[in-house]
């Protein structure tokens, strides 16, 4: 099957965010993010990536159907959400673009569209003047009692792209869990690459 996978900005990134929103809310909530979203959050979230000038979207799409989406923009746009994570690391944030999500719908899985997706975004940053590219990734117990018996972390293949994990360079985000009532914080690993 072939998907047609084109980067969105401007008024053309606006127009899926709606459908990006979906696509979190069903990819994320499986293991390991177990997300139980909400639209509301969502609509607050995606919110910045219209407000941000070097914003993108990637969207993958089976005929009108968006599948797929990966989303980057200027760390700088994030560091509300970042900037102490950095702190004493000696990276300048404004030499970096941050790869935010990537979701894909499982059926499509497989087929080389996680490397389409960073292609497209590191091409992005580096037409934008960026020297380095960063996203960061959930860090779950490896007792965890939702951990899948099959599940395969993804450090392989994003080694294999240039990324390695930034020691101590650690964020903390809280959402719910699936079945939780509460909010709980969740660190998550930045892993960064020169450009």
């Excluded at 690391?89 to 087929?111: I, K």
């Excluded at 934008?128 to 960061?136: A, D, E, I, K, W």
Aim: glycine letters at 8%.
């Amino acid at each position: 099957m072939v998907l047609d996978i084109r980067p969105l900005t401007g008024d053309a990134l606006k127009n899926v965010l709606a459908e990006v929103a979906a696509l979190r809310i069903e990819v994320f909530r499986d293991w390991p993010y177990l997300y139980d979203g909400d639209a509301a959050y969502e609509q607050a979230y995606l919110s910045h990536y219209v407000e941000s000038a070097g914003a993108l979207v990637v969207g993958a799409f089976d005929g009108a159907r968006l599948v797929g989406a990966a989303t980057g923009a200027p760390l700088t746009d994030h560091t509300d959400d970042f900037a102490s994570a950095f702190a004493g690391t000696g990276v300048a944030l404004s030499e970096v673009f941050y790869c935010a999500e990537s979701v894909l719908l499982p059926a499509y899985r497989g087929q080389g569209v996680g490397h389409t997706f960073f292609d497209v975004r590191e091409a992005h940053a580096q037409a934008l003047g960026y020297s380095r590219v960063c996203f960061c990734s959930v860090i779950r117990p490896e007792d965890h009692p939702k951990r899948p018996l099959d599940y395969r972390l993804l450090d392989r293949f994003w080694r294999k792209r240039g990324y390695t994990p930034l020691p101590d360079v650690i964020a903390s985000f809280s959402w719910r869990d699936v079945g939780e009532t509460e909010e709980t914080a969740k660190p998550l690993q930045f892993w960064m690459r020169e450009l």
